[in-house]
């Protein structure tokens, strides 16, 4: 056979296109594989970040529950020393100046810990965040008229309500 001769050229036209099949296809193969393989990297890392925020989220959590418990312990504190500055008297001026001291030092370190006093005189009765002890009779909304024990919020959620006695105001 010579070289010109038409049924070889078919030959290695076929075997060289059989080559470039498989080629293509292996090609198609990878690139299908790598696809996959891009897509599972991408589902495992934002599995990841989301486990992250969430992880970060319950120590968050946690660190606040455990400083709302301490908070919550102080109020007592706080409690009584407003009960020591509204009933000192005539005490020494020192000791009075004193207490003012320790009263306003503590509740400075409660407010930047995220507590504020739940404003109660003349607002409308608000279950959520007072408590009634005590209710005079009357036509209309119930207010409150006289705060027994100061409530607290710590960073917007109630503490403590505020325990209060409600009079019913007419409407006006």
């Known amino acids: ?20 099949a498989a080629v293509e296809a292996d090609l198609d193969a990878l690139t299908r594989e790598r696809d996959d393989l891009r897509e599972l990297a991408q589902r495992v890392q934002a599995d990841f970040e989301n486990y992250r925020k969430r992880a970060l989220r319950e120590q968050t959590a946690v660190i606040e529950r455990a400083s709302a418990g301490v908070v919550e312990q102080l109020l007592p504190v706080v409690d009584n020393l407003e009960l020591a500055l509204a009933n000192i008297g005539d005490a020494d001026e020192k000791v009075r100046k004193g207490v003012e001291l320790v009263y306003a030092e503590l509740l400075g370190v409660l407010e930047k810990s995220g507590l504020e006093r739940i404003d109660a005189m ?18 209309g909304e119930p207010v409150v008229f006289d705060i027994l024990r100061n409530g607290y919020r710590l960073k917007g959620r109630v503490l403590r309500p505020a325990t209060v006695r409600v009079t019913r105001n007419a409407e006006g």
């Open 1 to 20: 056979m010579s070289p010109d001769d038409p049924i070889e050229d078919v030959s290695v036209d076929q075997a060289e296109q059989d080559a470039a």
């Open 122 to 139: 003349g607002k409308p009765f608000d279950p959520n965040e007072h408590e009634a002890v005590a209710q005079e009779d009357g036509d």
